[in-house]
């Protein structure tokens, strides 16, 4: 299978992490920071695939201005003051306390959401809509050009700019600090456990070498780094208190009654952390199990 344009565009950011990287060596620096250069890869290759381009050059300091007020954001909805007024916003937003919590939260939530709508105005302006939705070259065009084409037939029900925008904030957000930070652990693990990385390093070395980078197409050939990827994150837990869900029918499990329509915060750690559950991961991949 030939390479993807989303493998190149990863590749490519890739090449410049490593050159960061190496020239940050190279020099001395001593305040080098490796999660900056990783966040700001994950975020050039996200940006590409929604907007069209990279964080490169005068557009670096957009990513880190916007990324410091994701951060902050979401620092402020991990706290369970701020989960506990957005099940019950209406009333709580007006009582003091909780009220600081909610307004820190819109606010955070403003400066992304205007962020995203000034890419949109001045990358997609521009945009000609004309052509088929195979033309576009990201997803913002791609969206547009079917907005257009529904509008003309006076449907704006479901593409429209409140639409994209929002699609583009969901994705940012999921797919940035997620992403920045399960590679973040997997570099502390390997770390932190050097014979693992001794491993894994030998395995490249003898399937890749040392004349080209490893690519999508080497994965089944690398029983080991596969490992090391699934367990980081089956350990690093990321997203410990999952999605919010609910129950489509009335269900009983393990004997709790659970009726349709509730409520439900899957805690997925009780499975990454279970030993019955991973040994039957262990059968299926022998290697996966306690190598870190
Ligand atoms: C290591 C990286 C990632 C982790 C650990 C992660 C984790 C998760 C988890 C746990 C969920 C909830 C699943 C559920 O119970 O329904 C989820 C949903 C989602 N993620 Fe990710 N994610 C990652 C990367 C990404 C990326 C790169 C994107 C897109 C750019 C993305 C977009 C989404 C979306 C749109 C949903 C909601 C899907 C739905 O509506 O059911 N994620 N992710």
Avoid at 98 to 112: P, S, T
Wanted: hydrophobic share 35%; aromatic share 10%; glycine share 6%.
């Amino acid at each position: 299978m030939g390479r993807t344009i989303i493998e190149d565009m990863i590749m490519k950011e890739v090449d410049r992490l490593l050159a960061k990287a190496n020239e940050s060596i190279k020099t001395g620096n001593k305040d080098f920071q490796l999660s900056s250069i990783v966040e700001i890869c994950i975020g050039s290759i996200i940006n590409q695939i929604l907007l069209g381009y990279r964080f490169i050059g005068e557009t670096e300091q957009e990513f880190y201005e916007i990324k410091n007020i994701m951060t902050k954001g979401i620092q402020i909805r991990g706290n369970p003051l701020a989960t506990i007024v957005m099940f019950y916003p209406r009333v709580l937003k007006h009582l003091p306390y909780f009220r600081d919590y909610w307004k820190e939260l819109n606010e955070a939530g403003q400066i992304f959401q205007d962020f995203i709508s000034k890419q949109i105005s001045s990358q997609l302006e521009t945009f000609k809509l004309e052509g088929s939705p195979e033309e576009a070259t990201n997803f913002g065009e791609a969206f547009f050009i079917e907005m257009h084409r529904r509008e003309q037939n006076g449907d704006t029900n479901e593409f429209n700019l409140l639409q994209l925008r929002n699609l583009l904030i969901d994705l940012w957000i999921a797919g940035q600090e997620t992403t920045t930070n399960t590679t973040n652990f997997g570099i502390l693990y390997l770390l932190t456990h050097p014979e693992a990385q001794a491993k894994m390093q030998m395995e490249l070395d003898k399937t890749i070498g040392n004349e080209r980078r490893v690519t999508l197409a080497d994965r089944s050939d690398l029983p080991y780094t596969n490992a090391v990827i699934n367990e980081t994150q089956r350990l690093c837990n990321l997203l410990p208190q999952n999605v919010l869900h609910y129950t489509t029918k009335d269900v009983v499990i393990n004997g709790y009654k659970i009726a349709k329509g509730t409520t439900i915060a899957p805690q997925i750690s009780c499975l990454l952390y279970d030993k019955d559950v991973c040994k039957s991961i262990v059968y299926r991949h022998k290697q996966q199990f306690d190598i870190l």
